[in-house]
């Protein structure tokens, strides 16, 4: 299984077992004395055995040694390398460098592991044009619990799904193209995530200071991407995300500027970008009758008839337990107003046979066709990240599985109510202080931006199709 084996091969060389040929990188060196042949195999398997012996910590499956500066660690049968960060002890990156889907630029993927029970799997493109002066974007797919990966492969990654999830192609029009991008898939249990003990988050705000750790450790390992403008963009349930993590970014900048530590970056939070955003349920909720039945691209053919007037007498109780949850802010208020705006407003939607995604187009939820997400490439890519040395190269155990959208997590963010907050309240200070809003909604989704909050200075591109 590729990516594995040079694992022993790599351990026998920082104990200076074996002279290992020049090489620049660590993992080249393991590489190249691996090719060497079944004998040193055998030989580093052997050392590998009294090696651990002497270096074990204490931890199932795990060892750690340094080479030239630098921690490794080896878990799983997988190279990473090691990296902490004094102001943050809970926290750990484990990393490694893959070559697929654009071979062409520097990748690092790997783990933010938060108190060894939560583990958050990220994939790193630098921009194939001047990665020194480019800037820095962490993307987020909504769900919530759909991965990051999803938005990887099907929209605006280096690479994009194909041929049934055997292969990937390149995408001429990546946003690394022109910027250095994360994929960060989180909550734990999204995507590669996972979390141990039944550990789960299932609240925007408590997710914002994970990822805010996890840029910590990012920038502090890899500075040169530190002085970039960062921009946060996300879509679909990301609008609850991205502006709970900026306001997180923000107020963590704040406290530096009081209190300087060197040992942290200030993260230059340039901009939110939101792709057909959740940010404000008092008013998008509203908006979905307007939109099923007078938008652009009617789901029902009688703006007057009884499907569009039974969507409008939901109007006011939804709005009704919205109120609720922005006056109250807990689960007890917000979970109905989630359950019942979604099942009463957006569930007929679902029923019609349409792509909620986009209306135009039919959708066949049988797994032989477009899939229960509407696009059969979802599937693809299940397909493509379950293979075991994709999983390897990107520093995953290949007993893990990947899946698109855990729908447990999304669960558990609905009945936590966290989807109906206020997240658009949290971008007048962003705003105020500098930092900018893109918001961009198409117009043959069904979560389209019909409304907006007055007091905000927001800045709109609505794109066409």
Same mark, same amino acid.
């Given at each position: 299984?590729?990516?594995?084996?040079?694992?022993?091969?790599?351990?026998?060389?920082?104990?200076?077992?074996?002279?290992?040929?020049?090489?620049?990188?660590?993992?080249?060196?393991?590489?190249?004395?691996?090719?060497?042949g079944e004998r040193f195999q055998s030989i580093a398997s &052997?050392?590998?055995?009294?090696?651990?012996?002497?270096?074990?910590?204490?931890?199932?499956?795990?060892?750690?040694?340094?080479?030239?500066?630098?921690?490794?660690?080896?878990?799983?049968?997988?190279?990473?390398?090691?990296?902490?960060?004094?102001?943050?002890?809970?926290?750990?990156?484990?990393?490694?460098?893959?070559?697929?889907?654009?071979?062409?630029?520097?990748?690092?993927?790997?783990?933010?592991?938060?108190?060894?029970?939560?583990?958050?799997?990220? $994939?790193?493109?630098? !921009?194939?044009?001047?990665?020194?002066?480019?800037?820095?974007?962490? $993307?987020?797919?909504?769900?919530?619990? @759909?991965?990051?990966?999803?938005?990887?492969?099907?929209?605006?990654?280096? @690479?994009?799904?194909?041929?049934?999830?055997?292969?990937?192609?390149?995408?001429?029009? #990546? $946003?690394?193209?022109?910027?250095?991008?994360?994929?960060?898939?989180?909550?734990?249990?999204?995507?590669?995530?996972?979390?141990?003990?039944?550990?789960?988050? #299932?609240? #925007?705000?408590?997710?914002?200071?994970?990822?805010?750790?996890?840029?910590?450790?990012?920038?502090?390992?890899?500075?040169?991407?530190?002085?970039?403008?960062?921009?946060?963009?996300?879509?679909?349930?990301?609008?609850?995300?991205?502006?709970?993590?900026?306001?997180?970014?923000?107020?963590?900048?704040?406290?530096?500027?009081?209190?300087?530590?060197?040992?942290?970056?200030?993260?230059?939070?340039?901009?939110?970008?939101?792709?057909?955003?959740?940010?404000?349920?008092?008013?998008?909720?509203?908006?979905?009758?307007?939109?099923?039945?007078?938008?652009?691209?009617?789901?029902?053919?009688?703006?007057?008839?009884?499907?569009?007037?039974?969507?409008?007498?939901?109007?006011?109780?939804?709005?009704?337990?919205?109120?609720?949850?922005?006056?109250?802010?807990?689960?007890?208020?917000?979970?109905?107003?989630?359950?019942? @705006?979604?099942?009463?407003?957006?569930?007929?939607?679902?029923?019609?046979?349409?792509?909620?995604?986009?209306?135009?187009?039919?959708?066949?939820?049988? &797994?032989?066709?477009?899939?229960?997400?509407?696009?059969?490439?979802?599937?693809?890519?299940?397909? $493509?990240?379950?293979?075991? #040395?994709?999983?390897?190269?990107?520093?995953?155990?290949?007993?893990?599985?990947?899946?698109? @959208?855990?729908?447990?997590?999304?669960?558990?963010?609905?009945?936590?109510?966290?989807?109906?907050?206020?997240?658009?309240?949290?971008?007048?200070?962003?705003?105020?202080?500098?930092?900018?809003?893109?918001?961009?909604?198409?117009?043959?989704?069904?979560?389209?931006?019909?409304?907006?909050?007055?007091?905000?200075?927001? !800045?709109?591109?609505?794109? !066409?199709?």
């Amino acid at each position: 299984m590729k990516g594995l084996l040079p694992i022993s091969a790599l351990l026998a060389t920082s104990l200076t077992v074996y002279a290992a040929p020049p090489a620049h990188n660590i993992l080249d060196s393991a590489q190249a004395m691996f090719s060497s042949g079944e004998r040193f195999q055998s030989i580093a398997s &052997e050392w590998l055995d009294d090696a651990k012996k002497s270096i074990l910590r204490g931890k199932k499956n795990m060892d750690k040694w340094y080479h030239e500066g630098k921690e490794y660690i080896m878990q799983d049968n997988l190279l990473y390398e090691f990296v902490t960060h004094p102001g943050f002890h809970n926290y750990n990156l484990r990393v490694t460098e893959p070559k697929l889907c654009d071979p062409s630029v520097k990748q690092y993927s790997g783990y933010l592991d938060v108190a060894e029970d939560k583990h958050l799997f990220f $994939w790193f493109f630098e !921009s194939r044009t001047v990665p020194a002066d480019a800037p820095l974007i962490l $993307w987020l797919n909504g769900g919530p619990g @759909c991965s990051s990966t999803t938005g990887l492969l099907f929209e605006l990654g280096p @690479c994009n799904i194909a041929d049934n999830g055997r292969n990937v192609t390149h995408n001429p029009y #990546s $946003w690394n193209s022109e910027a250095n991008i994360i994929f960060l898939d989180q909550p734990v249990d999204v995507g590669y995530s996972y979390a141990e003990d039944g550990t789960a988050v #299932s609240s #925007s705000p408590v997710a914002g200071k994970d990822v805010y750790a996890f840029l910590e450790l990012f920038l502090n390992r890899y500075p040169k991407y530190s002085k970039a403008p960062f921009h946060i963009a996300a879509e679909s349930y990301g609008g609850t995300y991205a502006p709970n993590f900026a306001s997180i970014i923000y107020k963590q900048n704040q406290e530096l500027l009081a209190a300087p530590n060197p040992h942290l970056k200030h993260i230059n939070l340039a901009s939110v970008i939101l792709a057909n955003g959740l940010t404000d349920p008092y008013i998008q909720m509203a908006s979905v009758p307007d939109y099923a039945c007078e938008g652009p691209y009617p789901v029902y053919d009688d703006p007057e008839g009884p499907q569009c007037q039974a969507l409008r007498t939901k109007v006011p109780t939804c709005q009704r337990l919205v109120k609720s949850c922005y006056n109250f802010n807990s689960r007890f208020t917000c979970m109905p107003a989630n359950v019942y @705006c979604n099942t009463q407003l957006f569930g007929p939607l679902m029923q019609t046979g349409l792509n909620p995604y986009d209306v135009r187009r039919k959708c066949d939820r049988s &797994e032989d066709k477009d899939g229960q997400l509407c696009y059969k490439q979802m599937g693809w890519i299940e397909t $493509w990240m379950n293979e075991p #040395s994709n999983k390897a190269a990107l520093g995953v155990n290949p007993e893990r599985t990947f899946e698109s @959208c855990n729908m447990q997590v999304n669960q558990a963010f609905t009945m936590n109510g966290d989807g109906m907050h206020n997240s658009a309240a949290l971008l007048p200070e962003l705003v105020e202080n500098g930092v900018r809003l893109l918001v961009y909604a198409g117009n043959a989704v069904t979560v389209v931006l019909l409304a907006l909050p007055k007091h905000v200075a927001w !800045s709109r591109r609505v794109a !066409s199709d």
